[in-house]
């Protein structure tokens, strides 16, 4: 009974609730907020699901990233997801995007989200605004229109540090648009690859080895 009592004491002394600590892995209720705001007025469906974005926050943090680029960034979602990486592996985030009314919404949830000084919008044809950058990346999401994935790739790996980690969306749901870019990043000599799914569109995950 003794020890019963014990272990109900030590559980309740851990909890979050005992504690009043959030997971460090929590979001704020600002930025729940922000995602479920993007989300909803996502007509067109083009945000990644929540899943590939906690995915993306992971890859960010545990590659320890710090030259970050997004290429098709819509209204932000998965930069903030991507700026929430970064914050943790104290990286920095360039998310490109084409139509000047999303580049807008983007830079607007990204001041909201408080991430900002990591997350940098820019507004343009990412073909024209990559060659601007400055340097080298050492994570890319690409997630622009399908049929250029394998144009994006061949712009971008020249500046792919080796152990760099490049990966694009909708590699499932979408392949019959991407068969050039899959048959390159899965037969590249300087690549491994692999094909998650964490909520059926698909990311490919592409390691550079030198
Ligand atoms: C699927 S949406 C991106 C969704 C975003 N990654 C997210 O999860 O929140 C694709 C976006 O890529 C943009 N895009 C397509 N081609 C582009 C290009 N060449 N340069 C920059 N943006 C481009 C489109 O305007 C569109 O907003």
């Given at each position: 009974?003794?020890?019963?009592?014990?272990?109900?004491?030590?559980?309740?002394?851990?909890?979050?609730?005992?504690?009043?600590?959030?997971?460090?892995?929590?979001?704020?209720?600002?930025?729940?907020?922000?995602?479920?705001?993007?989300?909803?007025?996502?007509?067109?469906?083009?945000?990644?699901?929540?899943?590939?974005?906690?995915?993306?926050?992971?890859?960010?943090?545990?590659?320890?990233?710090?030259?970050?680029?997004?290429?098709?960034?819509?209204?932000?979602?998965?930069?903030?997801?991507?700026?929430?990486?970064?914050?943790?592996?104290?990286?920095?985030?360039?998310?490109?995007?084409?139509?000047?009314?999303?580049?807008?919404?983007?830079?607007?949830?990204?001041?909201?989200?408080?991430?900002?000084?990591?997350?940098?919008?820019?507004?343009?044809?990412?073909?024209?605004?990559?060659?601007?950058?400055?340097?080298?990346?050492?994570?890319?999401?690409?997630?622009?229109?399908?049929?250029?994935?394998?144009?994006?790739?061949?712009?971008?790996?020249?500046?792919?540090?080796?152990?760099?980690?490049?990966?694009?969306?909708?590699?499932?749901?979408?392949?019959?648009?991407m068969e050039p870019f899959l048959r390159m990043v899965h037969g590249h000599s300087s690549?491994?690859?692999?094909?998650?799914?964490?909520?059926?569109?698909?990311?490919?995950?592409?390691?550079?080895?030198?």
């Amino acid at each position: 009974m003794r020890f019963v009592a014990v272990l109900i004491a030590a559980l309740l002394f851990t909890s979050d609730a005992a504690t009043g600590q959030r997971p460090s892995g929590a979001l704020t209720p600002q930025i729940e907020s922000i995602l479920r705001g993007i989300k909803a007025a996502d007509k067109g469906q083009l945000a990644v699901s929540e899943e590939d974005g906690r995915f993306l926050r992971v890859l960010v943090a545990a590659r320890g990233a710090k030259s970050i680029l997004e290429i098709g960034a819509a209204s932000g979602y998965s930069g903030i997801w991507l700026g929430l990486g970064a914050r943790e592996s104290g990286g920095r985030v360039v998310a490109i995007e084409y139509d000047p009314a999303r580049a807008a919404e983007a830079a607007a949830n990204i001041r909201k989200a408080g991430l900002d000084d990591v997350v940098r919008v820019v507004h343009g044809d990412a073909f024209k605004e990559i060659p601007k950058l400055q340097g080298t990346f050492d994570f890319v999401f690409l997630d622009a229109w399908k049929p250029d994935y394998k144009k994006f790739f061949d712009l971008v790996f020249p500046r792919l540090m080796p152990g760099g980690v490049f990966t694009a969306h909708n590699v499932v749901n979408k392949k019959k648009d991407m068969e050039p870019f899959l048959r390159m990043v899965h037969g590249h000599s300087s690549l491994f690859t692999t094909i998650v799914s964490p909520s059926g569109e698909g990311m490919s995950v592409s390691y550079r080895i030198k």
